[in-house]
């Protein structure tokens, strides 16, 4: 895995020309994801002063499908001349890997990582009717009665995971029930149709603001300015628990070293600004920013991270 990544910065690395006339024509943000959820949310927040600071245009194409892998998959199979990017999440970049038996790409080998742009917490979110008032009123309410609690994930995502190194941590049995989609899961969490679900910011939020359910926990490093009462699964008594959905910007390896740099350089100077930081809290999104050698490192320990967890939960989506 570390020569992968080795091998990886050194393609991104690699000497070559100056590309001093980049970019000449548009520029394309892959988004494995369908349109109107948080990860093309996030890139269109981008996408707009990237393409005044890069003086082109920059376009947000989706390609939804196989928890990221179609859109991954084009990008990696994309020229390397830094005019095809991919907004890649925890998925397809360090996910996948351990939860489907063959990718038709590798997320280590055939991406030059460009930077972490931003991060959102899941809020452990329940339906009101579920008789806890706080994280350790479930964890001793899960104990109660082993395999009676539910949750609903996509089977596989960052949030099933999440909850799954949860329960681990917790030492408590609460029954997964797979959905096709964040959305539907947060639309029978709200109707009583499951007890829980480790539900992304963007997404739950509102709901939780409206009573329509309530927050027990978040699972990043630090409390959610929305809900600066409700406490971190850490400060709850798991500690060193952390978990968010991710997002960040990779282009196919071999991306001339200098565009890479150039991109870096741009997407940092705009996360700086007022306007995009103020669309992304709005959002819901933690803004983050790296170097390309930071986020490589980043998507390594994620990608060891997660596969522990895939691996003894025995999640599988092929």
Do not use: C
């Amino acid at each position: 895995m570390k020569a992968l990544l080795i091998g990886a910065l050194a393609l991104a690395a690699a000497p070559g020309s100056a590309h001093a006339d980049y970019p000449a024509k548009p520029v394309k943000i892959i988004v494995p994801l369908a349109a109107g959820g948080p990860t093309d949310i996030l890139t269109r927040i981008i996408a707009q002063p990237l393409a005044e600071r890069l003086g082109q245009p920059v376009l947000v194409d989706n390609r939804p499908g196989a928890g990221g892998n179609i859109g991954a998959e084009f990008v990696a199979k994309s020229a390397p001349d830094g005019y095809t990017l991919f907004m890649g999440t925890s998925g397809p970049l360090a996910i996948n890997v351990t939860l489907y038996g063959k990718l038709p790409f590798d997320p280590q080998r055939d991406f030059a990582p460009v930077i972490l742009v931003a991060s959102a917490p899941f809020v452990v979110a329940a339906n009101p009717t579920v008789p806890a008032r706080s994280l350790e009123e479930l964890v001793t309410l899960a104990k109660q009665r082993p395999g009676k609690l539910n949750y609903g994930s996509v089977t596989g995502s960052a949030s099933h995971l999440a909850t799954e190194l949860f329960k681990s941590m917790a030492g408590i049995d609460i029954q997964h029930v797979p959905y096709k989609g964040a959305a539907p899961a947060t639309n029978d969490l709200i109707a009583g149709q499951i007890d829980l679900s480790f539900a992304s910011t963007p997404g739950v939020l509102q709901h939780v603001t409206s009573g329509k359910l309530k927050a027990l926990g978040v699972t990043g490093r630090r409390r959610v300015a929305q809900l600066p009462d409700v406490p971190t699964l850490a400060e709850s008594g798991l500690k060193g628990y952390e978990a968010s959905v991710w997002y960040g910007v990779v282009a196919p390896a071999k991306t001339p070293r200098d565009i890479v740099l150039r991109l870096n350089a741009e997407i940092t100077k705009l996360m700086e600004e007022a306007a995009t930081r103020q669309r992304m809290a709005a959002g819901d999104f933690e803004a983050a920013g790296s170097t390309p050698e930071e986020f490589a490192r980043f998507i390594l320990a994620e990608t060891v991270k997660w596969g522990k967890v895939v691996k003894a939960s025995g999640a599988r989506a092929d």
